[in-house]
């Protein structure tokens, strides 16, 4: 499967965005997805997951309460609603879609097979 990214942009402090993956080459039924985000100068981390079959959602607790994570099965899409955006969470922003996704560590990359190429988010203060 072919992940694709979109909707990043600059925006100011408490402001939104929405983010979106289309896939392309199988359709996202057979798998978890997750996003994950990676500021200058640091690790890659886990933003939010959901999980397929049982759609069960995960959030980091930096995110918790303002982003939300859905699939639109129909059009092969994951997106990210971003709301009450702070400077800390610019970065650039991958999709990503696994088989197994395990609901306890849904945040470890290594259970993700599939990326996507990156949005850039920049929230200003």
């Known amino acids: 499967v072919q992940l694709q990214a979109s909707g990043g942009g600059l925006v100011q402090t408490g402001g939104s965005l929405r983010l979106s993956c289309a896939a392309s080459?199988?359709?996202?039924?057979?798998?978890?997805l997750g996003w994950f985000r990676q500021a200058p100068g640091e690790e890659r981390e886990g933003v939010s997951c959901i999980r397929k079959n049982d759609d069960n959602t995960y959030y980091s607790d930096s995110v918790k309460g303002r982003f939300t994570i859905s699939r639109d099965n129909a059009k092969n899409t994951v997106s990210l609603q971003m709301n009450s955006l702070k400077p800390e969470d610019t970065g650039v922003y991958y999709c990503?879609?696994?088989?197994?996704?395990?609901?306890?560590?849904?945040?470890?990359?290594?259970?993700?097979?599939?990326w996507g190429q990156g949005t850039q988010v920049t929230v200003s203060s």
């Open positions: 990503a879609a696994g088989f197994w996704v395990n609901g306890g560590t849904w945040y470890r990359e290594r259970q993700f097979k599939y």
């Open positions: 080459g199988s359709t996202l039924d057979y798998y978890s």
